[in-house]
Each structure stands twice: as structure tokens, then as C-alpha cells.
């Protein structure tokens, strides 16, 4: 049997992911190619004197320098703002996924059909997985197109890294979303839990960077593991996307087996 | 085999009401309606049979199959339309029944369209543009496009106008020609006489009697009034078999009836007769006449 409940749940995000293909494309391209206004500006001196405690809060001192290419791209897109753009398309979908369509009435629909709860689960996780990577894909173009006029200094190796990171924290979040709905079958508990763990995580990352016994924290932010050893400038973090790969695994694992289990009211 | 057998079953959750001790089996090939007011349970019956549920104890078989351990298999062979059913709303009718069929492994096409033709589905424009009849015509379609054995319907007549609603009991006839069996609920006793052999009843989740059509509507009350040309006198009207109640205001008599109308029409045809209406037989009536039975315990809840 095709994906067809894949393809019923992306089709029927098919605007709205149009219209974020749009906007992503259009902010990633204009942040990058203001960089050469940047590089040696007085905005970057400015940050140079910043104190230590900010800086260390966005990522320490390397990462705010700003006459690297890769440097600006991670401050500026991959420590904050693209993943948090695809965590929120990752976590709109997997609320709709599970508990809004269990609210809407259209799951019985759906689950009147010779299928089992659990392919349900599956086709809907793969469909998150093909609403997110053409975003993140069309991020990372967005960079390399700009990056063909404007001397970035970041192969496409890099930027396809750090897409992979945000990835991959995204469909994470999107997951979460999808195990708190089958879980509870509320729309607001489903948007409520991946987006508190997004938040916490992301002030972990930043206070372990002021405060020393937060840093071992470090390990329970799915974000630290997404960009946190700042892969554009570094390479590669096997291990932490190997992490985030299992945890988007466990939460699947998960959900498939609460909502399996799950009665389902109307 | 049984279509449907219900054994011993419970579903209890939360605030709200669920069933308790349920036993219910519906015949092979029969018309079986579900008959209570609305929150009575025949939804949590239902979305038990099809699995959503899982009971808290007791059992369900379907088709002689298990309810939790061979529900695709079961939803391979029922047809089902949930009560006040939500679609898909940003597609059209023509699409969604492509994509049932696509879960269902394809289906015969010149049945599909047959259905369409019948119903008057609209079926090329997006499903939020349509109105609660239109959808509910669509909602009926998907359920029989398959050829199912089985068809669940909770209140499936809900928003139909007149002539559809003739149509689709129509088409349950010939469902039940066919040898296929039809369970369908309702909160209305004359929505399910014509159709259904037997009824069911179901209040505040328990089972309160089965029954053939023909008896139940022996029992059902209902409110009579008529508009004569001139006073008459109730006398002969009070002694009617079945006739109870009777109260006369001017040239009005109003007077509630259990059973046949046919000896008070007689009666009152012997006078000027500017009106005649008659109620839907109340429900709630004929359950508290079911629950006195039941108090008195002469077995009317037998099976």
C-alpha cells in the first residue's frame, strides 16, 4: 500500500508550506547577504566590546565573530532562528496529526479503514519528515545562492550540517507534539509540551555558558545537540545527531504505543 | 453468525456515561435499529464495535471476529458513518472517495459512481463549501461504496432532506436484499420503524428491551388532536380502545393514543373533521412504560 495518509497530510498543508518556503527564503537571504556590510562594521565592533556574560549566553565569544562567514550565518540563522522557524511548522503539524483531527472528527474517518493505528503513526511521522526537510532544504539553498555573490567562506558540506541539525531538532518537536496529542487527545497539551522543552532548551544552551554547573545540563538540550558544538564552524557532531536521530526514534516508538492503546472519544 | 454480538459489555470512563452490561446480537441480513435518546450510549456501542473504544470489560464480535484483535479485518468488511461526521474539508467528495478507496485497496468504481448519481452528491466542489445535507450525502456514500456486509450507521439521517432521506432507505432495503446486514441508531422511532425488523433500546447505557417493530409501535404513545366543525360530545371518544386522556375544549379533542389510530379516525370521521395531527411518538414515554415493565418484572427486557 503508497503513503497515502502521508500524502493526505502533506497535501493538506500545501499552502501554508508554500507560504514558509517563501518567508524562509526571503529572511535567510536577506541576513545573509547583508554579511558584507557586516563583516567590518561598526556594529561588529560594537559586539566585540560586548560583555563576556552576553556573549557566553549566545554561544561564547567565537561564535560572535563576525568577520568569518561562518561565524555571522551561526549566530544570526542556525543558533536561534531556523530551527525555531522549522520547530514551529514540526510542532503546527504534529498537533494537527493526531489530537486536531481527533478533535475535528476526521480520525474516525480515517481509522474506519483497514489500517492500523500504528502505520497511521508511522505514515504520519514520515509526512513530518517530508513537510521539514524541503524547508530546511530550501534554507540551506538560500544561504549557497546568496553565497555565490557574496564571499561567505562556508562550503555547502557546512550549510547542509547545519540544515541537518535544525532538521532534526524540528522534527523532534514535532514528534513530541504528536505523542502529547495521542497521549491526551488536547490541541493545547499537544502545542504546550514540545514547546516548553524548545524554550528550556534553549536557555540551557545559553545560561551553560555563564553558569558552570549548568554545562553537564547541556546533554538534555535537544538544541545544544542540534547546533551547539556550532557545526558550521566545527563540522559534523556525529555523536549529538546520532542522539537527536534516537530520540526522534524513541518519541516514534512512543507514540505509536500510547496512541495504539489510547481510547479515542469524541 | 451473528452480525453483531454483544457480550456482558461495560465501558465506563470519566464524567461521562458509558454502557453497563450490554448484550446485544443482530441477525445476518437484517435491518437492526439502535433506538435511545441522545447520550443513552449508542455511540460508545458503536465506536467500541469499530474499535476507537476499548471496552472495560465484556466483549464485542463482529462479523465473528474479535473487536480489539481483528479490527482491520473487521473494517475491511463494515461501512460505518460516525454520528455528526467531520470530513476531510479542503478537498472535494470526488477526491476523498478516491483516497478511501486507496486505503481499502480499490474498490468497484461503477458502484461509487452509481451512489453519486443517486445521492446527488456534489461532488467537484471543496467539501467546506458544502452544506450539512450535502456532506452527510457524502458521509453516506464513502460508508456503502465498498460493498461492505456490515454497515454501522449512527444517526445517518441526520440533516437529509425528505427526498434523500427516501433514497437511502431505499438503498437499505436493497442492502438487506442483498443479505447484508444493516445496524444503524437513532434518537427517533420514526426515523428507524420503516426500515428495521428488530429495535433495540438503550437508556442512560443499559439495555432496556428488543423488540420487533410492529410491537413497539403497539406501545408508543402518541398526542392526538382534532379540530371538528362544531362541539361534540367526548363520551364515545373516552371508551376507544387505546384512547387515553381525552379532553374536549369547544370543538377541539385532544387526547393521547397507544396503538392502531384506526377505531378513533373511524370515530371521528362520523363528524365534520377540519384538522387531524398527530405527534412522533415520544420515546421518553415509551421507555418509562418499558422501565414500569421492567420494575414490575413481567420480562419485557427479554431478548
Redesign the interface.
Known amino acids: 500500500?503508497?503513503l497515502?495518509?502521508t500524502e493526505?497530510a502533506v497535501r493538506?498543508r500545501r499552502r501554508g508550506s508554500i507560504g514558509w518556503a517563501l518567508g524562509i527564503a526571503a529572511y535567510v537571504s536577506i541576513m545573509t547577504s547583508v554579511y558584507p556590510a557586516v563583516q567590518d562594521s561598526a556594529l561588529q565592533r560594537a559586539i566585540r566590546n560586548y560583555p563576556k556574560e552576553l556573549k557566553a549566553f549566545f554561544g561564547g565569544a567565537a561564535s560572535f565573530d563576525f568577520s568569518t562567514g561562518a561565524g555571522y550565518l551561526n549566530v544570526e540563522l542556525f543558533s536561534l532562528i531556523i530551527p525555531a522557524l522549522l520547530v514551529i511548522v514540526a510542532i503546527s503539524y504534529g498537533v494537527r496529526a493526531l489530537a486536531g483531527e481527533q478533535a475535528?472528527?476526521?480520525l474516525?474517518?480515517?481509522?474506519?479503514?483497514?489500517?492500523?493505528r500504528r502505520r497511521v503513526v508511522l505514515e504520519k511521522v514520515v509526512g513530518l519528515w517530508a513537510v521539514v526537510v524541503p524547508l530546511a532544504a530550501v534554507a540551506g539553498a538560500a544561504v549557497l545562492a546568496v553565497g555565490l555573490f557574496v564571499d561567505l567562506g562556508v562550503g555547502i558540506d557546512r550549510v547542509a550540517i547545519a540544515c541537518l541539525g535544525a532538521t532534526l531538532v524540528a522534527v523532534l518537536s514535532g514528534t513530541l507534539a504528536m505523542l502529547a496529542g495521542a497521549a491526551t487527545g488536547s490541541r493545547a497539551v499537544a502545542i504546550g509540551v514540545p514547546t516548553a522543552v524548545f524554550a528550556a532548551s534553549y536557555l540551557i544552551v545559553g545560561l551553560a555558558g555563564l553558569v558552570s554547573w549548568l554545562e553537564p545540563l547541556r546533554v538534555a538540550s535537544p538544541l545544544y545537540h542540534a547546533n551547539g558544538t556550532q557545526p558550521l564552524l566545527h563540522g559534523l557532531p556525529a555523536a549529538n545527531y546520532l542522539i537527536l536521530f534516537g530520540l526522534c526514534g524513541v518519541a516514534l516508538c512512543a507514540t505509536s504505543e500510547v496512541f495504539n492503546?489510547r481510547?479515542?472519544?469524541? | 453468525m451473528d452480525a453483531i454480538e454483544v457480550e456482558r459489555l461495560t465501558k465506563s470512563y470519566g464524567r461521562a456515561r458509558g454502557i453497563v452490561d450490554l448484550d446485544l446480537r443482530v441477525g445476518s441480513g437484517t435491518v437492526f435499529g439502535f433506538l435511545g435518546p441522545n447520550g443513552a450510549g449508542k455511540t460508545t456501542t458503536i465506536r467500541v464495535l469499530l474499535d476507537f473504544l476499548r471496552p472495560t470489560s465484556g466483549a464485542a464480535r463482529v462479523l465473528g471476529l474479535d473487536s480489539r484483535a481483528d479490527s482491520v479485518a473487521i473494517h475491511r468488511r463494515v461501512g460505518y458513518v460516525p454520528g455528526d461526521p467531520a470530513l476531510y474539508e479542503r478537498i472535494t467528495a470526488r477526491e476523498l472517495f478516491a483516497w478511501l478507496s486507496g486505503l481499502r485497496g480499490g474498490i468497484d468504481e461503477r458502484v461509487l459512481e452509481g451512489l453519486v448519481a443517486r445521492f446527488g452528491v456534489q461532488a467537484d466542489r471543496p467539501i467546506h463549501e458544502l452544506s450539512r445535507g450535502n456532506r452527510q450525502k457524502i458521509a453516506l456514500v464513502q460508508a456503502f461504496m465498498h460493498e461492505p456486509e456490515l454497515l454501522v450507521l449512527d444517526e445517518p439521517t441526520a440533516g437529509l432532506d425528505p427526498l434523500v432521506q427516501h433514497e437511502f432507505e431505499e438503498l437499505v432495503r436493497e442492502v438487506a436484499a442483498e443479505g447484508r446486514t444493516v445496524f444503524l441508531s437513532s434518537h427517533m422511532l420514526d426515523e428507524v420503524q420503516h426500515l428495521c425488523d428488530h429495535v433495540a433500546i438503550i437508556r442512560e447505557g443499559c439495555l432496556v428491551a428488543v423488540e420487533e417493530v410492529a410491537t413497539l409501535r403497539a406501545r408508543a404513545m402518541r398526542e392526538v388532536t382534532i379540530h371538528f366543525a362544531a362541539p361534540i360530545d367526548p363520551a364515545p371518544f373516552r371508551v376507544l380502545p387505546g384512547v387515553r386522556d381525552v379532553e374536549v375544549r369547544d370543538a377541539n379533542l385532544h387526547c393521547h393514543l397507544t396503538g392502531s389510530a384506526n377505531h378513533l379516525v373511524k370515530l371521528a370521521a362520523r363528524f365534520d373533521v377540519l384538522d387531524f395531527t398527530s405527534t412522533p411518538p415520544d420515546l421518553e414515554a415509551l421507555f418509562l412504560h418499558y422501565y414500569r415493565d421492567a420494575e414490575a418484572g413481567d420480562g419485557a427486557a427479554g431478548h
Open positions: 500500500m503508497a497515502l495518509v493526505r493538506d475535528d472528527g476526521t474516525d474517518f480515517l481509522l474506519a479503514n483497514p489500517i492500523t492503546r481510547d479515542l472519544v469524541r
